[in-house]
């Protein structure tokens, strides 16, 4: 797998002018409601996104300059990111190191693949050069370089129940709101407005997200490889597979009669990933708790937290709106 000099966006890169004019062009944007009563969302060609965010989106718009080599790893918040940027920083690296020596042992994933978007909190510490980058970008808001040079992308989606109280739980210990969970609206007030496509930091509405994806994967299946977090955990090995495939550095016949497959795994699994000291403790550049990136990771959990009446709700806005692509998730009560 080639690499490419890693390319964070830094915000000592951002001049007073850039930042000046960024705040401008947000300024005349429409505004929503975000999910604590001092949050405030903006509209931004159909997305809704936080201006600190947003901030960060159009500094990239601007200024990111993508290399064909480039893989961008791109999902929803909260939908398997963690997991994917383990799973690919891994297969990626494996050559150059094993369990023990794992940059994935000593920083977080989110260190290994930075975001795009939010370069300047996330800057690649890991020393290790990889073609990796990761987004919560809608597909249209990508800057125009990525599509125009043909770099690979992956995307990542995930059962809309068990997305919102993921981030629902996640949220609760965001910066600013967790202080007290009184800043952050309820549980039924933060379905509402999901349902109505905003979320706490925004990149909502979900189903716009992920409907963009979707049909580019159907434009450009040699481009954008589409995965669905159900079937990673139904058959992670077969999806491991998919993944050294679409990177062009498949496993070897030697490889697997060694186990490689497993080995990544199990190492990159839920349950090791979290055990480890450096994800159990310190927070990420965004002061948020490392732990609070790992919480369960379970299909299903949205039953402890939804009334089956929520459930059907936000499938049946998520069947109405995706009606006609050809994409569904599985109902399940």
Not at 31 to 44: A, E, M, V
Not at 101 to 113: D, E, I
Not at 214 to 228: M, V, Y
Not at 271 to 291: A, C, D, F, R
């Amino acid at each position: 797998m080639e690499s490419s000099p890693v390319k964070p966006i830094v915000a000592s890169n951002m001049s007073l002018e850039s930042l000046q004019k960024y705040e401008d062009e947000i300024s005349a944007l429409s505004k929503g409601n975000g999910w604590s009563p001092s949050s405030c969302l903006y509209l931004y060609k159909g997305f809704w996104f936080h201006p600190i965010l947003l901030t960060g989106v159009l500094y990239a718009r601007d200024n990111f300059e993508a290399q064909p080599s480039d893989v961008f790893l791109c999902s929803f918040m909260k939908t398997g990111c963690t997991w994917l940027k383990a799973l690919s920083f891994y297969i990626a690296t494996r050559t150059q190191f094993d369990d023990s020596t794992s940059p994935l042992r000593t920083l977080v994933p989110h260190y290994c693949v930075p975001f795009l978007e939010r370069g300047f909190q996330y800057l690649t510490t890991s020393g290790v050069k990889t073609p990796l980058f990761g987004s919560h970008l809608p597909y249209t808001l990508l800057p125009k370089s990525i599509i125009d040079s043909g770099c690979k992308i992956v995307y990542l989606c995930r059962d809309p129940k068990d997305t919102f109280v993921s981030l629902w739980n996640f949220f609760r210990k965001a910066p600013g709101m967790s202080e007290s969970e009184d800043q952050l609206v309820s549980l039924k007030e933060g379905f509402e407005l999901f349902c109505k496509g905003l979320c706490p930091y925004g990149y909502g509405p979900y189903w716009d997200h992920v409907l963009g994806y979707w049909k580019a994967s159907l434009e450009r299946p040699e481009k954008i490889l589409f995965l669905k977090y159900e079937d990673m955990k139904e058959d992670t090995e077969a999806c491991v597979k998919k993944l050294a495939d679409f990177f062009g550095c498949p496993f070897s016949i030697d490889e697997e009669k060694q186990g490689m497959v497993q080995k990544i795994i199990k190492f990159c699994s839920f349950e090791s990933l979290s055990n480890l000291e450096v994800n159990k403790t310190g927070k990420t550049p965004g002061m948020i708790e490392n732990n609070a990136v790992f919480r369960k990771g379970k299909v299903g959990d949205w039953r402890n937290c939804l009334n089956a009446g929520m459930g059907e709700r936000l499938d049946n806005v998520m069947e109405e709106k995706l009606t006609g692509s050809g994409l569904t998730f599985k109902n399940s009560y």
